[in-house]
Every structure is written in C-alpha cells, then in structure tokens.
C-alpha cells in the first residue's frame, strides 16, 4: 500500500519529559488522556461502523507500536491487533501475547485510532485527523526511553519525513540502522506481508534478528 502525505510536519518524539512530574500527577494525566481518547468522535461522520478508538499505553511503555488503523476484527473486540496481522507482528518481534498487551511495557498507538471503513482495494486509510489530534499528546507522557516500531507505510510518511524519509517502504526497511535506536521501520504484517517477504528474502534473515534483539533490549 502506497504512502499516505499528511499535511503535518515531522514530529520529533522527546526521548525524556522534560518536566519531572510525580507518580499521581502523570497516572491522573494518563488516566485522563485515555478516557478523552476513547471519548473521541472527532471524525465520527465519516466512519461507516461509527467511533470505536482503540488505543493502549502507560507513563512507563517502553515499546511504541505505530500501526496504521484497526480492522473490522479489532474494531468489534476492542483489542488492538487481535487478528492475524497481530500474530504475524508478535512472531516478528518474538513478543508473547502477554508481554504485547501490558501496557506498562509496551504502548500501541496506531495512526488511526478507529476503523476507517472498506475502500475498493481493502480498508481505508487512517483517518488524517487521528495523529495530529493524539500523537503527541500521549508521546509527551512516556517517560521512559523507548523505541518506536513504525509499522507501514503511513507511520513511516509521518515520522520519518524530510532528509530521512526514503522513496518507498522497502527502501526504509533496509535501511532500518541507519534510524537506530528511536525508530525501526516495518512493513505491515498483512496477508500481503507474505507476497511481500518473498520478493524479499532479506527481510527474514537481515532484519528480523536485529528486531528481536531491539525489543528485548527496550524492555529490559
């Protein structure tokens, strides 16, 4: 799936909140974001299914996962990648289902918060509002350093913008060194990930290992 342009600048993901808020002050906040989040129906006109955010994420995440938007699986549980593109992820990165749903470990903050709905070639884009709405504002409260896994093409068109961004997805992924140790870009574990791990065989044997390796070390 070819990149999605959004009018936003780049956004630069402090490694460290600069104001050193209490162990109240920052749980109250992210209480507060979340239900504001899930309250959320900025868009709700354009959604066929209606407004379902899904998102998860605490003060402490130490693993970001940008995704592009809940499917139509998702969007009835609630739960963010339970479907088999979140199995796929989970066998990429060697995350265990319990470690991926802790929010206290890793956070999951896609571009689109909501399904989009059903386009002629598949689902919709995430929606363009969702990003600059939230994004920030939930980055602003990890306090912890982390990495942040860009999980396709719509993520990657957003924080990997201006001198760093390369002509295409293939060409951000192997180059995924040269981003460390903020950003590690991903394809999308569709079913076309399939196709697409095929056409590149490099994929399994030069850039999984490291993935592995740089989650585990974020969540030590």
């Known amino acids: 799936m070819g990149a999605h342009h959004y009018n936003t600048l780049q956004v630069s993901i402090p490694m460290q909140v600069a104001a050193k808020l209490s162990t109240t002050d920052v749980?109250?906040?992210?209480?507060s974001l979340l239900r504001n989040i899930r309250a959320c129906t900025i868009?709700?006109?354009?959604?066929?299914?209606?407004?379902?955010?899904?998102?998860?994420?605490?003060?402490?995440?130490?693993?970001?996962?940008?995704?592009?938007?809940?499917?139509?699986?998702?969007?009835?549980?609630?739960?963010?990648?339970?479907?088999?593109?979140?199995?796929?992820?989970?066998?990429?990165?060697?995350?265990?289902?319990?470690?991926?749903?802790?929010p206290k470990r890793v956070a999951i903050v896609p571009m689109g918060f909501c399904y989009p709905g059903k386009g002629r070639n598949g689902d919709l884009p995430p929606r363009p509002e969702c990003a600059p709405q939230w994004h920030d504002r939930v980055f602003d409260l990890l306090v912890e350093k982390r990495l942040v896994l860009l999980v396709g093409s719509y993520a990657q068109s957003r924080y990997l913008a201006g001198t760093r961004a390369k002509k295409n997805l293939t060409d951000a992924v192997r180059d995924f060194r040269s981003y460390a140790p903020s950003f590690f870009?991903?394809?999308?574990?569709?079913?076309?990930?399939?196709?697409?791990?095929?056409?590149?065989?490099?994929?399994?044997?030069?850039?999984?290992?490291?993935?592995?390796k740089a989650v585990r070390a974020a969540l030590r």
């Open 27 to 31: 749980a109250d906040t992210v209480t």
């Open 43 to 102: 868009c709700a006109s354009t959604l066929e299914n209606g407004p379902n955010p899904v998102v998860q994420f605490a003060k402490s995440s130490r693993l970001i996962i940008v995704g592009q938007a809940p499917g139509t699986k998702v969007h009835e549980s609630g739960v963010p990648w339970q479907d088999a593109s979140g199995d796929r992820l989970r066998d990429w990165t060697g995350l265990s289902p319990g470690e991926f749903y802790d």
């Open 185 to 212: 870009p991903l394809p999308h574990p569709s079913w076309r990930s399939g196709i697409w791990m095929k056409r590149n065989p490099w994929f399994e044997a030069e850039v999984l290992p490291p993935l592995r």
